[in-house]
């Protein structure tokens, strides 16, 4: 049997599944966040009505390939806010087929932890005939096995608000208050145009879907070009929600996006205020340390074989750009 996955759909436009388990890891029966009802984070129609879970410290593992930009966000919040002693990580190889990650770089192939070889172990055993795709990240029950939710958005919502008695001191205000109905403006665009218009480009099925999707990258590269030029961080003087889930996205351009999905109008190391931004980022703790980039480039040029098949991996680029000086601060 080909487990080969595929990607592209002759003579469409791609469409993301943003259908997810949306079972919510929360502090007690409803969130923390006052604004939750107003401004739902997670995937498709955010239903609010949905099983709960307790937090609980060491109940639960996050399961997130360092290769994957939706994953990277969760691995990133996780570092940024503290929690690496009380919610677990586990780390799938950057490669995987039709079926699942695994876990291939663990000793025996194994997650150490959960002792499954594949991601699709921990949605069977939740969902026997799951029927969509085995994403991360992934907060999986350790004592059952069972996937509790893959709702990648709501994941890194839901560490922030949720686990706050589990932060360390001094971590950064992810989600301001104040400045939140202007931040979900920018991460919904940010999210359409940029986080997913990069595989809009790079899965479209026809040359009218892929112009379309390149003059929307483009637009919204731009834009935040130009508003980088004024403040150190998307919204303002301080790291929030919104630079993680655009940083995941810029720190894959050059390496991966510009060529493999043929966004390539010019390099992010060509356009000022976005390059000095993302490595002001990279080399802040929390961000850097989180970026494999032998691993994001297998992961999509190994695992696309419908725009890579020969499964050649590129050497570069030179990465030693990402260590010098920003002049931003």
């Not at 995941?248 to 390539?264: I, Q, S």
């Not at 999509?300 to 991996?313: A, L, R």
Request: aromatic share 12%.
């Amino acid at each position: 049997m080909d487990h080969k996955p595929t990607y592209t759909e002759q003579g469409t436009s791609f469409e993301r599944d943003m259908s997810y388990l949306p079972d919510r890891v929360l502090a007690g029966t409803a969130s923390t966040d006052p604004l939750d009802d107003r401004f739902p984070s997670g995937s498709k129609d955010s239903p609010r009505d949905t099983p709960v879970w307790p937090v609980q410290p060491g109940r639960y593992r996050l399961v997130a390939a360092p290769a994957c930009p939706w994953a990277n966000r969760s691995i990133i919040v996780r570092e940024l806010l503290g929690l690496t002693d009380v919610i677990s990580l586990g780390t799938p190889g950057p490669t995987h087929d039709a079926r699942s990650w695994t876990f291939d770089l663990d000793e025996g192939g194994r997650d150490p932890v959960l002792g499954i070889e594949r991601l699709q172990e921990a949605y069977f055993a939740r969902e026997p005939d799951y029927p969509r795709g085995i994403t991360v990240p992934a907060i999986v029950e350790v004592s059952s096995g069972k996937v509790v939710t893959n709702d990648f958005p709501q994941i890194t919502h839901d560490l922030f608000f949720e686990w706050r008695e589990h932060h360390r001191d001094g971590g950064p205000d992810l989600w301001p208050s104040a400045l939140r109905e202007e931040m979900e403006g920018v991460m919904k665009r940010v999210f359409t145009e940029l986080n997913n218009g990069v595989y809009r480009c790079g899965f479209a099925g026809s040359q009218e879907a892929y112009n379309d999707a390149y003059a929307r990258l483009w637009a919204a590269m731009d834009w935040l070009e130009e508003r980088l030029a004024d403040r150190r961080y998307l919204m303002g003087a301080a790291i929030t929600e919104a630079d993680v889930r655009l940083f995941t996205t810029l720190v894959r351009f050059d390496a991966v996006y510009h060529g493999h999905f043929k966004c390539n109008r010019n390099k992010l190391t060509e356009m000022p205020h976005l390059w000095a931004y993302a490595r002001d980022l990279f080399q802040t703790p929390g961000f850097g340390e989180t970026v494999d980039f032998d691993q994001i480039k297998q992961h999509y040029y190994v695992v696309h074989t419908d725009i890579n098949p020969t499964g050649i991996v590129p050497q570069g680029p030179d990465e030693s750009g990402w260590r010098t000086p920003h002049g931003r601060g």
